[in-house]
Nanobody, 124 residues
Framework: QVPLVESGGGLVQAGASLRLSCFVS????????MGWFRQAPGKEREFVSA????????LYADSVKGRFAISRDNAKNTVDLQMNALKAEDTAVYYCAASRLVLSLQSRRNYEYWGQGTQVTVSS
């Protein structure tokens, strides 16, 4: 089991920014690709963003491209998601996940470990 703990969620107004952080308690954090997913009420969990183990490749869902930025610090075992220009439709529980793969990171089936999630609520 690989513990992942998300933080940074909250209630903000549309147009505001939030920064989510995920701490991964594992010795070989740099060997994992990391992803962020979100799940709104009544909807399936969907891909938001991912970053490969060295940070060379980043991926984004079309709905967040240009507004969100993913980054990681392998020395601190953290992966962050900077969310700007938030919209009401970004409201969801955001989950951090870890994968040993470097391909097909948009698929939640390719992630082995998941955090408990952090709530992001954007009021319009």
């Amino acid at each position: 089991q690989v513990p992942l703990v998300e933080s940074g969620g909250g209630l903000v107004q549309a147009g505001a920014s939030l920064r989510l952080s995920c701490f991964v308690s594992v010795r070989n954090f740099s060997s994992y690709s990391m992803g962020w997913f979100r799940q709104a009420p009544g909807k399936e969990r969907e891909f938001v963003s991912a970053i490969t183990w060295g940070g060379a490749t980043t991926l984004y869902a079309d709905s967040v491209k240009g507004r969100f930025a993913i980054s990681r610090d392998n020395a601190k075992n953290t992966v962050d998601l900077q969310m700007n220009a938030l919209k009401a439709e970004d409201t969801a529980v955001y989950y951090c996940a870890a994968s040993r793969l470097v391909l097909s990171l948009q698929s939640r089936r390719n992630y082995e470990y998941w955090g408990q999630g952090t709530q992001v609520t954007v009021s319009s």
